[in-house]
């Protein structure tokens, strides 16, 4: 497929999803009022923050180098000659699994985004959050986190990211203090001794749990929760991190991921809620093994509708 250096100017913004439906053909350079945004394709499939040799994006105002080749891997910017953080130009892209084409975008200069309003009223039968929280930062900065929790509402919440030091009861007794309410806690194991060994995931629920189960070496956990009668399966997880599509890595998250399907089938349960952080940096091939033919993949986009992007 070959592409015309064309330039659209939009009525409307893109969805960022690595779908490239607000594409028009042909069509490789859009803008909009708030964001510059670029179609790229690559001779192989790769991922662009795993490439064999770095490769510099002009965008906007800002120089993009995915593969810096001081690292190797991951995202570098400049503005000028200054480098700054990708997060600073607002530096999104999709996919972030392998692939030879891509959609990115960056803020226009000196932006100021709109405040993004949503409706926080409760719904449904009940509301799930899934949180990784960024190396056990739920109760290190629990002020904060009391303020989020209070605005979501939660019934039950996947975290991921817990410190090793963090206790099921410690968890339990900051939910119930800060937002109310009786809640219950499990959490995955310990395994070792260095920090990403230590990392836990858990479950918090004020429901009733009837089962509950960990996965050994994983960073995941399982809960049977009773709502309005009806059992619930609900699985909190976090696959390895980093890597490309041909790395360890990526051998070890497609393992846990057959670990985890393995228990959905085991279970034989009608009714699944899998959350959680799946550093789906190589490929999709981990979730889709879990989701099989009996799962749905819900796209979860933030408030503003445009990107699906957690990090």
């Known amino acids: 497929m070959h592409f015309l250096p064309l330039l659209f100017l939009l009525t409307s913004q893109i969805q960022i999803d690595g779908l490239f439906q607000d594409w028009p053909d042909g069509v490789t350079h859009q803008e909009d009022a708030q964001f510059v945004y670029k179609r790229i394709v690559l001779e192989d499939v790769a991922c662009l923050q795993q490439l064999p040799e770095q490769k510099v994006i002009q965008l906007g105002q800002y120089t993009i180098i995915f593969s810096p080749k001081d690292k190797g891997h991951g995202v570098a910017c400049k503005l000028g000659d200054t480098s700054i953080s990708s997060y600073e130009a607002g530096v999104i892209f999709a996919p972030t699994t392998a692939s030879n084409s891509f959609e990115i975008r960056v803020n226009k ?38 303020r989020i929790l ?146 749905s993949i819900v796209h979860a986009f933030q408030p503003d509708g445009l990107v699906t992007a957690t990090w």
């Not at 709109?114 to 990784?132: A, H, I, Q, Y």
């Not at 056990?136 to 629990?142: A, K, Y």
């Not at 990211?161 to 339990?172: A, F, M, R």
């Not at 070792?192 to 994983?218: C, M, W």
Request: include cysteine; aromatic fraction near 6%.
């Open 109 to 146: 200069p000196k932006l100021s985004l709109p405040t993004k309003t949503f409706c926080l009223e409760t719904t449904g039968d009940f509301r799930v959050v899934s949180w990784n929280v960024q190396l056990g930062n739920v109760l290190n900065d629990r002020d904060r986190s009391a």
């Open 150 to 295: 209070n605005a979501l509402k939660p019934d039950v919440i996947l975290f991921q990211e817990l410190d090793g030091d963090d206790t099921p009861e410690e968890l339990s007794d900051f939910l119930t203090t800060s937002i109310g309410g009786s809640w219950l806690t499990s959490m995955s194991v310990v395994h070792g001794t260095e920090r990403h060994h230590k990392l836990r995931s858990a479950i918090s629920t004020k429901f009733n749990v009837t089962k509950e189960i960990d996965y050994g070496k994983l960073k995941a956990v399982l809960n049977t929760v009773v709502i309005s009668k009806q059992p619930i399966q609900f699985l909190s997880l976090h696959l390895r991190c980093c890597g490309g599509p041909n790395s360890e890595a990526e051998t070890q998250r497609q393992e846990e991921a057959n670990v985890i399907r393995a228990s959905i089938e085991q279970q034989q349960a009608p009714t699944w809620v899998i959350a959680g952080d799946w550093n789906l940096v190589g490929t999709n091939i981990p979730l889709q093994i879990v989701k099989a033919d009996t799962l």
